[in-house]
């Protein structure tokens, strides 16, 4: 079983910029709900007891989210502001969350490897702050199943066109187990599409076995000069077999600004209590343009 998740949240955020100066991306909210409160959510539905989120300075907004605000109910409850109490109240209940700083950008392995002590020997979830999925079933829930399958790590993937290749991990797959599902030969971090293996990127959620932090320990710089999980994962595979498995679930990339707005309205016209008046200006806007 899979008990444990850990979600990076300590990059600076610098596609966002004025905004990630004060504000986290991960706070960001897709209409009123930040969206690492989504990814939380996406944890707890996949069976997931315990979660980690690494942070950095200048993030404690962070912590104080997942914090209860007692001020903040005091007021609530004088005005009997009982339905945003229960909400207040409920973020603070959500799960059971740790944190703990990453005290250097030294890149996604790095920060993973903060996770070590917290991790243990169990193999464990990593979802990314800023990778936001909609699905029937929860993203990192379609990795758990396939790691129940083959008990070894598994690679939430997705397909990218050519040109994109440059801004992931992409896969190269040695053996189809079924559709979609691929034992790895290999996997590089953010190639040039003429060095790219495939155009199957890593999408943002994984399954690793704790193996992966002896490597990371010993993980030397790459690409971007930053600590790669991706180049673990590679080394990883000289002891292990890994997989990649194709997500089913929806993407949305909160940390571009195309992708945050997709997420916006994507969200806003599933919700009954706006989805009217959304749609009406969409279609407004479209006609005047
Ligand atoms: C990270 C990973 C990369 C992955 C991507 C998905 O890159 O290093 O392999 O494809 O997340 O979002 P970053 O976006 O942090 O540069």
Redesign the pocket.
């Known amino acids: 079983m899979i008990k444990k998740a850990v979600i990076p949240a300590a990059?600076y955020g610098t596609r966002f910029l004025p905004a990630t100066k004060t504000i986290p991306k991960e706070l960001f909210p897709i209409i009123d709900t930040p969206t690492i409160q989504y990814i939380v959510e996406e944890a707890i539905a996949a069976g997931i007891e315990e979660i980690l989120i690494i942070t950095s300075a200048n993030k404690n907004s962070i912590i104080d989210y997942f914090d209860r605000n007692i001020e903040l109910e005091v007021q609530l409850s004088a005005k009997n502001r009982q339905e945003e109490l229960k909400i207040v109240k409920d973020v603070a209940n959500l799960a059971t969350i740790h944190f703990v700083r990453q005290k250097e950008q030294l890149g996604?392995g790095h920060a993973i490897l903060q996770a070590e002590t917290f991790v243990g020997k169990e193999p464990f979830a990593v979802l990314?702050g800023?990778?936001l999925f909609v699905g029937k079933i929860p993203a990192i829930k379609e990795l758990v199943l396939a790691y129940n399958e083959v008990k070894s790590s598994v690679i939430g993937t997705m397909k990218v066109k050519k040109e994109e290749t440059g801004?992931?991990?992409i896969c190269e797959p040695k053996k189809e187990i079924r559709t979609g599902f691929y034992e790895l030969k290999g996997v590089v971090?953010?190639p040039q599409p003429k060095e790219a293996p495939s155009q199957s990127?890593?999408?943002?959620r994984y399954l690793l076995t704790p193996e992966i932090f002896t490597l990371l320990r010993n993980q030397e710089k790459g690409v971007n000069n930053e600590i790669?999980?991706?180049d673990s994962i590679l080394k990883l595979m000289e002891y292990q077999a890994v997989y990649s498995y194709d997500l089913k679930a929806k993407r949305y990339?909160i940390?571009s600004r195309v992708g945050y707005f997709e997420a916006l309205i994507d969200f806003a016209i599933k919700r009954d209590d706006l989805k009217e008046e959304i749609i009406q200006i969409l279609k407004n806007k479209i006609k005047d343009l």
Do not use: V
Request: charged residues 30%; proline residues 0%.
């Open positions: 990059g996604l990314l800023d990778d801004r992931y991990g971090e953010k990127a890593i999408a943002g790669q999980l991706t990339d940390g």
